[in-house]
Nanobody, 126 residues
């Protein structure tokens, strides 16, 4: 069974940094488009970033562009999200997700991702 396991969340002050990881137990990881999403209390799940199967292409939400960096290591079946200059509004549960289809476009819609991790909490204090 495919599993996505996130780690690296925690509590940080505004302006600080955190690095999230997502280990994927899936033999097709190197063909999967991967994404990070987040969900704050009483809000819908929203797109954060996506990366192509090779890692050559990335896409970011406007709200995190220039502060967050998505990357992957296909040899380690691991997805990363480096978060810098964190703001209180970045507080949310962060989820990694695998695209429904190999080599699909870098969609920003949650419905285009078929497998999800359990999430990791990120809290940014002011």
């Amino acid at each position: 069974q495919v599993q996505l396991v996130e780690s690296g969340g925690g509590l940080v002050q505004a302006g600080g940094s955190l690095s999230l990881s997502c280990v994927v137990s899936r033999r097709t990881f190197s063909a999967d488009v991967m994404g990070w999403f987040r969900q704050a209390p009483r809000k819908e799940r929203e797109f954060v970033a996506a990366i192509s199967s090779s890692g050559a292409s990335t896409r970011y939400a406007d709200s995190v562009k220039g502060r967050f960096t998505i990357s992957r290591d296909n040899a380690k079946n691991t997805l990363y999200l480096q978060m810098n200059s964190l703001k209180p509004e970045d507080t949310a549960v962060y989820y990694c997700a695998a695209g429904r289809h190999w080599y699909q476009p870098l969609y920003d819609r949650p419905g285009e991702y078929g497998t999800w991790g359990q999430g990791t909490q990120v809290t940014v204090s002011s």
